[in-house]
């Protein structure tokens, strides 16, 4: 079997540190030591990345390790010279606990909270909460198609993008299999108008107003012609459609949720230690 990349490192870093302290005592599972401070080989292991040659390996190892010592070096010296230590320990002890909490509240809700919730829940939410879920951009439902210049049955082409009718859709897309150069079917769904603007040469000040207004589009540039048949438009301050809003909706409930699980965890845990006599305070009433 082809030794590894990491092995190549580990064997050149071995012999590299040999020039710090080619101590008999050091462990054997230590592959740099620094004062009362090691850095083990598993750990090396684990932070260079597959698939490197032996030799990319062995100098992003080389590198790993060469930042490791001097950011224990610094690090020792910060120590002994930082000024208001004891403020620096109340942060870490502080950023600590907050990490820990952290951990636990994403353990508990990944366990008990539930992240599947009855259709009806979502849309109920939506209907009662149509304010939170305003446009900030228009949305457009519709039907686009790029052809080239020369294209053959441009006037087929400019009957079929405008009727909606199967019958046309159908026509239109084995057109395009053959010779569009890009087509976008969304009769069924809303997207970003900002989608659609960045594939046309639409040249006016107010895009948005023109396709609002125009619904069904031509344009041509010096190397194709677009059409763009708009049936569906809602602008900004208009409320999204259920379908489009729905991702919004799911996570605002969610999150909803989690919280309330969380709030109601520290108010038992709260209620527990009064009962067991646990907080012991010196406020008083009004305080």
Same mark, same amino acid.
């Given at each position: 079997?082809?030794?590894?990349?990491?092995?190549?490192?580990?064997?050149?870093?071995?012999? =590299?540190?040999?020039?710090?302290? @080619? $101590?008999? *005592? +050091? %462990?054997?599972? !230590?592959?740099?030591?620094?004062?009362?401070?090691?850095?083990?080989?598993?750990?090396?292991?684990?932070?260079?990345?597959?698939?490197?040659?032996?030799?990319?390996?062995?100098?992003?190892?080389?590198?790993?390790?060469?930042?490791?010592?001097?950011?224990?070096?610094?690090?020792?010296? =910060?120590?002994?010279?930082?000024? @208001? $230590?004891? *403020? +620096? %320990?109340?942060? !870490?002890?502080?950023?600590?606990?907050?990490?820990?909490?952290?951990?636990y509240q994403q353990e508990l809700i990944r366990q008990r909270v539930s992240m599947v919730l009855p259709e009806q829940e979502l849309q109920d939410y939506y209907a009662?909460?149509?304010?939170?879920?305003?446009?900030?951009?228009?949305?457009?439902?519709?039907?686009?198609?790029?052809?080239?210049?020369?294209?053959?049955?441009?006037?087929?082409?400019?009957?079929?993008?405008?009727?909606?009718?199967?019958?046309?859709?159908?026509?239109?897309?084995?057109?395009?299999?053959?010779?569009?150069?890009?087509?976008?079917?969304?009769?069924?769904?809303?997207?970003?108008l900002d989608e659609i603007l960045g594939k046309i040469p639409l040249k006016t000040e107010r895009p948005e107003e023109e396709i609002r207004q125009r619904r069904q589009?031509?344009?041509?540039?010096?190397?194709?012609?677009?059409?763009?048949?708009?049936?569906?438009?809602?602008?900004?301050?208009?409320?999204?459609?259920?379908?489009?809003?729905?991702p919004l909706v799911l996570e605002l409930l969610l999150n909803r949720n989690r919280t309330e699980y969380i709030r109601q965890i520290k108010a038992d845990l709260y209620?527990?230690?009064?009962?067991?006599?646990?907080?012991?305070?010196?406020?008083?009433?009004?305080?």
């Amino acid at each position: 079997m082809k030794p590894s990349g990491y092995f190549f490192a580990v064997c050149f870093l071995i012999s =590299a540190v040999s020039c710090f302290n @080619n $101590s008999p *005592e +050091l %462990n054997e599972h !230590v592959l740099v030591q620094v004062d009362n401070h090691t850095l083990l080989k598993a750990t090396l292991r684990s932070v260079v990345p597959s698939g490197l040659s032996s030799e990319d390996s062995a100098r992003y190892a080389d590198s790993y390790v060469r930042s490791w010592i001097e950011d224990i070096l610094l690090y020792d010296v =910060a120590a002994k010279n930082i000024p @208001n $230590s004891a *403020e +620096l %320990n109340r942060l !870490v002890d502080n950023y600590r606990r907050t990490l820990i909490i952290q951990n636990y509240q994403q353990e508990l809700i990944r366990q008990r909270v539930s992240m599947v919730l009855p259709e009806q829940e979502l849309q109920d939410y939506y209907a009662a909460h149509s304010d939170l879920f305003l446009l900030e951009r228009p949305l457009i439902k519709g039907l686009f198609i790029k052809v080239p210049l020369k294209a053959p049955q441009l006037a087929n082409v400019r009957r079929w993008y405008k009727d909606t009718a199967q019958v046309a859709v159908d026509e239109l897309e084995k057109y395009s299999l053959r010779y569009s150069l890009a087509y976008e079917y969304f009769y069924d769904r809303w997207l970003p108008l900002d989608e659609i603007l960045g594939k046309i040469p639409l040249k006016t000040e107010r895009p948005e107003e023109e396709i609002r207004q125009r619904r069904q589009l031509e344009l041509q540039d010096t190397t194709a012609h677009y059409f763009l048949n708009v049936t569906g438009y809602l602008g900004v301050g208009d409320v999204r459609p259920y379908d489009y809003a729905r991702p919004l909706v799911l996570e605002l409930l969610l999150n909803r949720n989690r919280t309330e699980y969380i709030r109601q965890i520290k108010a038992d845990l709260y209620e527990e230690a009064l009962e067991q006599n646990r907080i012991i305070s010196n406020l008083k009433p009004n305080e």
